[in-house]
Structures are given as C-alpha cells and as structure tokens.
C-alpha cells in the first residue's frame, strides 16, 4: 500500500480510516473522495476528490491521476436504509462496486471492501456462526452483501486481482456515527447516555448481534491489507468481531459510570426484523488463523473509552 484511494470516505468507517492511513503511509498518499465537500479534517489534511462511486468515468480518472496502487471501497448504503429504498441500495452498493473493482483492475491496484454479518439469513445458524455456512439473507443489505464478497472473489479468481474483506459486525464510535443501520442503537445509546442519562432503544431486550469498537475495525482492515497474501485461504470477507451483546448489557455496563442511566423501549418492527434475521454470535477464527486478527477491546473497555471520549467532546462543545 503506497498510494491508497477510499471512497466513502466522510463515512463512519472512512472518517477515521483515512486520518489512521495519513498517519501510516503519509497524507500525500492516501486520497480521500466522497459524495460531499464539507469543511472537516479528512478534507482538508490531504488530497480529497468529490466522487459519486456510481459515475466510472471520474472514478477512473482520479485514481489515474493519482496512479493508486490501493483502492478501499466504502461507499454504501446501510441495512435499514437500502430496506427502505431497495433500488436506490442495488444501484449504489452493487453499481460502485463493479466500477470501484473495474478501476483496480486498470490499475492492478490492490483492493478492499467490507461485508458485514448483514449477509447471513434466517436460516444461517446463529450462534458460532461458522466462516463458510448457508447465506440467504432477506433484506437488500445482505442480497448486496453476499453478491459483493461473490463479485470479490470473482475478480480474484478471474483476473488474478488481489481482493481482500472482512464480515464488519456493527461498527461503535464517538468520532462520525452511522447512518441508517439497524445496530446503530449501540451507538446512540453512548449519545444519549451523556446528553439525557436515559435511551429509548429500537431493539428489543435479549436481541443479541455481535459489535466492535471502531480502532479494533481499523487495525483489522490496515492489518488484512499487509498480510501475506499465501496465507489467505479465504481473502474476501472473513467473520471477525469483538463482542456478542445485547441492549440490556450496554446499559448494565453504562450504569457503572452513570449510575442513573435508564434504558427504555420502543421496539421498531422493521429494524428489529432485519436484527432477527442476523446471527447472534459469529465464530471469528479463520480471521484469527489466516492473518492473525485479534479485537483489543470488550464491552468494558469500549464503554469507559466511549463515555470518557462523548463527555470530552460535550465539554468542548459547551465552553
Ligand atoms: N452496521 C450495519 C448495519 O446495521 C451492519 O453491517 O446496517
């Protein structure tokens, strides 16, 4: 990785991905594009490009323009997003993705896109959900998810591209939150925690998915992508999570910093649907065989970094 293209780059996962990749291999080195220009640090701390993943054409010429050897495709709709305009998802989850492949094979460059626990079903065994299982997901989310890590292995197979991924589970942090997902309830609840002491969850009690602190995310992405390439037996979209959890555990784990935190709620039958059609607890070990992959932080040590980081930044935000 020398020089690096991401797209969705103001995203969730890309805010903070693009700065640790300045840090890394230099800012001159790492091009940041997204749909918008606003005025923030990942604009405005090294080359930045305003890119609709769905337009091939200037897709193509700015990764020309910078000769890339690396593309990281991040552009994509969320589960309760892509549920709620299906054609819209297809059109930008699976069009980006052929062209953002499309480009890295032009420039051989090396590639990665994320897939996430989104692309196993109902009927996907739920528990130590194994690496290589049944995946018939029921929501747009997944039919692109599951069609995406088909498509990577694909050009891999195909066109010798050196395509990597992993199965993201829901993705938590106090820098730029996520929009339209369903485990973004995890998120907010850290949000309101600070600001109301209280959080009215749209996910029911006891609806266990797997999560993990955005750091861990990075490092697994920064560190598939340098691994040896002759150790990948599996290359696109490996299981790989931190932790098992559910509402009531966060707010057990909150109350031991806010003593007086309440956990309320006000169950959303569409979002609570697609939770009920994901595993409960994925089985990580390939990750952790084939390049070594470990999360550093639990529930515990997530909840303390997460309230200390929100307090900071309100405090910021009051003086
Ligand atoms: N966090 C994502 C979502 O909820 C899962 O990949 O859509």
Same mark, same amino acid.
């Given at each position: ?44 701390? #090294? @080359?930045?490009?305003?890119? +609709?993943? %769905?337009?091939?054409? =200037? ?6 323009? !910078?000769? /890339? ?22 059109n930008i989850n699976m069009g980006g993705l052929i062209n953002a492949l499309e480009v890295a094979r032009e420039l051989d460059a090396q590639f ?8 196993? #079903? @109902?009927?996907?065994?739920? +528990?130590? %959900?194994?690496?290589? =299982? ?6 747009? !989310?997944? /039919? ?9 292995d694909y050009y891999y197979k195909k066109f010798g591209l050196d395509t990597r991924g992993v199965r993201f589970p829901g993705l938590i942090s ?45 490092n697994a992405i920064i560190q598939l992508m340098e691994a040896d390439a002759s150790k990948l037996v599996h290359r696109n979209a490996f299981n ?80």
């Amino acid at each position: 990785m020398n020089k690096i293209l991401v797209t969705g780059a103001l995203g969730q996962i890309g805010s903070e991905l693009v700065m640790k990749l300045r840090e890394l291999y230099g800012s001159d080195n790492v091009v940041a594009t997204d749909i918008r220009k606003p005025d923030c640090k990942v604009v405005n701390s #090294g @080359p930045f490009e305003l890119l +609709d993943v %769905t337009d091939m054409k =200037t897709f193509s010429k700015i990764a020309k323009k !910078y000769t /890339v050897d690396t593309v990281m495709h991040l552009a994509s709709l969320l589960s309760a997003n892509a549920e709620n305009n299906p054609l819209l998802a297809w059109n930008i989850n699976m069009g980006g993705l052929i062209n953002a492949l499309e480009v890295a094979r032009e420039l051989d460059a090396q590639f990665f896109t994320p897939s996430s626990i989104g692309a196993f #079903g @109902p009927n996907t065994p739920k +528990d130590f %959900t194994p690496q290589d =299982t049944l995946q018939r997901p029921t929501t747009m !989310y997944g /039919v692109n998810k599951v069609s995406g890590e088909l498509l990577c292995d694909y050009y891999y197979k195909k066109f010798g591209l050196d395509t990597r991924g992993v199965r993201f589970p829901g993705l938590i942090s106090y820098v730029t939150p996520p929009g339209g997902g369903t485990t973004d309830y995890a998120v907010e609840v850290y949000y309101e925690a600070i600001k109301k002491q209280a959080y009215t969850s749209y996910i029911k009690k006891g609806t266990y998915m797997d999560m993990m602190y955005m750091p861990d995310a990075i490092n697994a992405i920064i560190q598939l992508m340098e691994a040896d390439a002759s150790k990948l037996v599996h290359r696109n979209a490996f299981n790989i999570t931190a932790m098992s959890i559910e509402p009531e555990q966060i707010a057990q784990e909150i109350k031991k910093h806010i003593p007086n935190f309440k956990l309320n709620y006000k169950v959303d039958p569409d979002r609570q649907s697609i939770a009920d059609s994901w595993p409960n607890a994925i089985d990580a070990s390939a990750a952790q065989q084939e390049w070594g992959f470990k999360a550093k932080y639990d529930l515990a040590s997530m909840t303390k970094d997460m309230l200390e980081k929100l307090s900071k930044n309100q405090v910021h935000k009051v003086s």
